[in-house]
């Protein structure tokens, strides 16, 4: 049970918009009306919903992105809906807690979702309570990666082991991108602190095996070379692209 420290947090979380898109988390009710709450998302079926827009708003969300990418292979499309809504959650509070020295609480019952909104991930929250920076893990893994696997595995055959180099992909790209903005900011204090809890989460339960403990690559692959034009992510485990045609694959690093 994560204990609730009574600080004020900036009531429109307004310093995390310097950060970027990926960082940005939205107070207040959305202007386009009820969304599904994160909790639903990670609980609901069309069967239980039918009729509604959002029956299921994660089958909602994949169909998008599949429909967006043009992915040739459903299972392109669930990597790349779960990968970026993890890198916006994992944004959201590594960079909270960096730059405020806390975060908010992130229940999965008070951040409402946009599935049919643009990327980066359209996120509302509806009441700002601070938390402590060190319940990052509980907040983010546990009680969302976690519940969205689960949600993801149970609707599509997809991999434990990719979902979850995705989710160590994802803090580790939301860390890079605020040390960049801290050093540029000569903001050693964020640096520092974002520095700190991302280590700590990385060698913690579910992210302490997809990357390479030294160079941070991946020993998975998010399947986005197998879009039409895409390539290589940065942290990839291959060198090159697998030769789909001829049936090589490149070399995996660990």
């Known amino acids: 049970m994560v204990l609730l420290v009574f600080v004020d947090l900036d009531p429109d979380l307004a310093a995390l918009d ?21 909790a639903r998302a990670y609980t609901a079926r069309e069967v239980d919903h039918p009729g509604e827009v959002y029956g299921d708003p994660i089958i909602f969300r994949v169909r998008k992105v599949a429909d967006g990418l043009r992915a040739p292979e459903t299972r392109i499309a669930v990597s790349v809906a779960q990968q970026a809504l993890a890198a916006r959650l994992w944004s959201v509070a590594l960079g909270a807690a960096a730059l405020y020295g806390h975060l ?4 999965p019952e008070l951040v409402r979702w946009d599935p049919d909104g643009s990327a980066p991930d359209d996120l509302w929250l509806s009441e700002v309570r601070a938390l402590p920076a060190s319940a990052i893990g509980t907040v983010v893994s546990e009680g969302h990666l976690g519940p969205l696997e689960a949600a993801l595995r149970s609707r599509y055959r997809v991999s434990q082991g990719l979902l979850r180099g995705n989710a160590a992909s994802a803090l580790t790209g939301a860390w890079r991108q605020l040390d960049r903005w801290a050093r540029t900011h000569d903001r050693t204090d964020v640096a520092d602190r974002a520095r700190t809890l991302a280590v700590g989460l990385l060698r913690g339960p579910g992210l302490a095996g997809p990357l390479g403990p030294r160079t941070l690559r991946r020993r998975s692959c998010c399947l986005y070379y197998r879009l039409p034009g895409g390539g290589l ?22």
């Not at 908010?104 to 229940?107: A, C, F, I, T």
């Not at 992510?233 to 694959?249: E, K, N, S």
Request: net charge positive; hydrophobic share 30%.
């Open 104 to 107: 908010p609480d992130l229940d």
């Open 18 to 38: 310097a950060l970027g898109g990926f960082f940005v988390l939205r107070t207040g009710v959305p202007p386009r009306g009820p969304l599904p709450t994160l």
């Open 233 to 254: 992510c940065g942290d990839c485990c291959f060198d090159r692209a697998p030769d789909r045609t001829a049936g090589r694959r490149g070399s995996p690093r660990s």
